[in-house]
């Protein structure tokens, strides 16, 4: 029986967090410590002729300053696998310019003031060619990470079927924006030895990256990062400013800190590809599908051909249809490198799929929950595997139950309130479970308190929190009787914080070693584990133990599944949308912790909403720079903008996925939300809007 786990309890961390006791990345007090300010690239495409630095150099407290001229060299840099930087171009490799806002020097000073002052005295001469940022003038290939896929005969099926639409969707360029910016302490200790402060999702990719790019032994790099102010995908990887603040701390020989100012962050640490994606969709009559077909195309920088934003990955685990053919391509255009991003691929590739869906539903006029509950389907297609926990028929009907969707006209225009249209929109939401291996140390202290040792993190989705609960259960402890100890490479590897899979790749660690250290001295649980320890005369005892995935893979497609219900408001003359009621129905295995899993999903809604209704990354097509850059620019939304998000759980365990059953909730919120929006819109206004975001200007036309 559990009495822990499911339970709401409170984040571990969080009186740390409001007290300002806890030390973000930029944070950590460092003797002698220096500041770096990074100079960036004013066009988007050509080359360096000259940088003329003497000004700079003369100015106060100036330390040094680096540019491609005295870039000193990476022992290692195309050696190995065994690391993955965010931008694959080193910092400062040459004199190239591939797009707007690319690193050119680093200002090294006394203080920030005087570096930043320093880096303006720098001018620069460029040689300028055309750079490409219309996307309408890029040219497209076939995606190099080949997820295309079909099974029947699609064309014909399209030709035949009874009932067909066919549409494009588009989303824009997306930024993190998440609050923390990015900041890196770099501290050599001797030329071999290095010690980085630096918030990242994943401390042990991080840490045998600057192993192998420094050409230095894995154990002779400590990474440091116990809080991070949120990731989104865009601290996965270590990135280009990082990688030179290593470099220049070791060239002067002084702990150094430099910080990507908010306006450079639009640039240098990734972002969302827009995407362009057609949907065709065939059915009977009574809406039986027939055909899918999904072709999406995303854009990526001239520093990494490769990128995709993956967006037809989600296709084949929705729907059924005995043809369904996906495809991918990309094109390369002068912007920054695009990246991970809170689901990605999946998120812009449920927007298309969900609105498809909706506008199927209406031309078959049937209802859109009716339809997809007809066509769910009971296999991953692609894999040609069952799937080894699928609720998603009772999020709908669970949901539907909740927001009362019964009562929806089927017609559009046909609510109204305070002189607005209302309108009400649901949409599925989906992602795939995934874990890795892990591992945990547990210690058992004489006065009866556990410690947990990890390599892990939180970027403020509740790891500390989960990893307590996931000991405290085992040991038969009060929660708050454990501590955690996550953030530094020293610890086991506590895994990824991405791809939603730390909780569900860490927490059976954590069992496991707990589990281990009771039976080191045949003890039940903490209590008489104590006792044991006493007798024994030993201070304390510990264990370390992993856990990671098997061979289930082979016979199960592991997927959470959801479903979201909304409520907007439209003002037909100033084109404005409110979103005024929100439920969300989740199938993620069991939730560790109740709150927690509540709050993710309603961050997961909330950055959805702003992805429907605001946010877009726009670049200046002549100059090639981004015009929207900072937080004032980039609309996100604000309490005003969000009204109560309820949210509930189905709560069945996944066991087949692991000991647990705990599949994991950081991306699958945000699937679907924009799609649900969008669909509501159409219910209040008939007015369908198939490019993110709904701002006034596509209303009003
Ligand atoms: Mo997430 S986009 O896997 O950090």
Redesign the pocket.
């Known amino acids: 029986m559990s009495k822990v786990i499911g339970t709401s309890v409170n984040r571990h961390e969080g009186r740390a967090k409001v007290t300002g006791t806890a030390t973000y990345g930029a944070e950590h007090q460092i003797s002698e410590l220096v500041y770096g300010y990074l100079i960036v690239a004013t066009i988007a495409n050509g080359r360096i002729k000259k940088m003329e630095l003497k000004e700079a150099q003369d100015s106060d407290g100036v330390l040094a300053i680096f540019t491609h001229e005295n870039m000193p060299a990476f022992p290692k840099a195309n050696e190995g696998t065994s690391f993955h930087i965010g931008e694959p171009r080193l910092p400062l490799a040459d004199d190239r310019i591939h797009y707007g806002g690319q690193i050119i020097g680093l200002v090294v000073a006394d203080t920030l003031e005087r570096a930043c002052h320093a880096a303006s005295l720098v001018k620069v001469e460029y040689e300028i060619e055309t750079p490409t940022i219309d996307r309408q003038q890029a040219s497209f290939q076939k995606s190099p990470r080949d997820a295309s896929f079909e099974q029947g005969n699609v064309a014909d099926a399209l030709v035949t079927a009874p009932v067909k639409i066919s549409a494009t969707y588009t989303t824009p360029r997306q930024l993190h924006a998440m609050m923390e910016p990015h900041p890196i302490i770099a501290q050599w200790h001797d030329r071999n030895s290095l010690t980085v402060c630096e918030p990242t ?1 994943w401390l042990f990719l991080q840490q045998r990256t600057y192993a192998t790019l420094f050409g230095i032994p894995v154990e002779q790099v400590r990474v440091i990062s116990p809080y991070i102010g949120g ?3 865009a601290k ?1 990887w270590p990135w280009p400013h990082a990688i030179l603040c290593i470099a220049a701390a070791r060239e002067i020989n002084r702990p150094l800190k430099v910080v990507v100012s908010r306006q450079q962050m639009a640039a240098i640490v990734g972002h969302r590809s827009p995407t362009e994606q057609t949907i065709e969709l065939g059915a009977s009559q009574s809406g039986q599908l027939i055909a899918i077909a999904h072709a999406a195309k995303s854009y990526t920088s001239p520093v990494n051909p490769k990128y995709v934003e993956n967006c037809i990955g989600v296709t084949p685990t929705m729907y059924a249809a005995p043809n369904l053919c996906v495809e991918q391509e990309i094109a390369v255009v002068n912007v920054g490198m695009p990246t ?3 689901a ?1 691929g999946e998120n812009p590739g449920m927007y298309a799929l969900e609105s498809a869906m909706d506008e199927l539903a209406w031309a078959l006029q049937i209802d859109p929950i009716e339809l997809r509950l007809k066509n769910a389907t009971t296999e991953h297609q692609r894999k040609k595997l069952p799937f080894s926990s699928k609720h998603f028929a009772e999020c709908l009907k669970l949901g539907a139950e909740q927001f009362r969707w019964c009562d929806r006209p089927m017609q559009t225009k046909a609510i109204s309130r305070d002189d607005k249209l209302v309108g009400w929109g649901m949409a599925a939401a989906t992602f795939p479970a995934i874990r890795m291996g892990a591992s945990a140390t547990v210690r058992l202290l004489l006065d009866g308190t556990a410690q947990v040792l990890t390599a892990a993190n939180d970027m403020g989705t509740g790891s500390y929190t989960v990893v307590a609960i996931a000991a405290a259960e085992t040991l038969d402890l009060p929660v708050y009787k454990i501590k955690v100890e996550i953030g530094d490479s020293r610890f086991p590897n506590g895994g990824l ?4 899979m730390m909780t569900a790749s860490l927490a059976p660690a954590v069992v496991n070693a707990c589990q281990l250290l009771l039976q080191e001295v045949n003890a039940k649980n903490a209590t008489e584990a104590v006792i044991a320890l006493r007798e024994s005369g030993r201070p304390f005892l510990e264990m370390t133990a992993s856990s990671q995935p098997g061979e289930e893979g082979k016979q199960w497609a592991f997927q959470s599944w959801g479903a979201h219900f909304c409520e907007v408001e439209v003002d037909e003359l100033l084109g404005r949308v409110q979103v005024k009621r929100w439920i969300s129905v989740m199938d993620v295995g069991r939730a560790m912790n109740a709150k927690a899993a509540a709050s993710q999903i309603r961050g997961g809604v909330i950055m959805g909403i702003g992805e429907a209704l605001m946010e877009e990354c726009l670049h200046d097509l002549n100059l090639g720079l981004p015009v929207i850059k900072d937080l004032a620019t980039y609309h996100i939304p604000v309490n005003a903008d969000i009204p109560r998000i309820e949210v509930s759980f189905v709560g069945k365990p996944d066991l087949n996925f692991n000991p647990l059953g705990v599949r994991g909730c ?2 699958i919120a945000i699937t679907g939300v924009s799609a649900a929006i969008a669909n509501a819109v159409y219910h209040a206004t008939g007015k369908r809007i198939r490019n993110l975001p709904i701002t006034a200007d596509k209303l009003l036309l």
Do not use: C
């Open positions: 999702q990731g989104f995908g996965a991970f991003m809170r990605p914080a991405g791809g939603s950081g991306e």
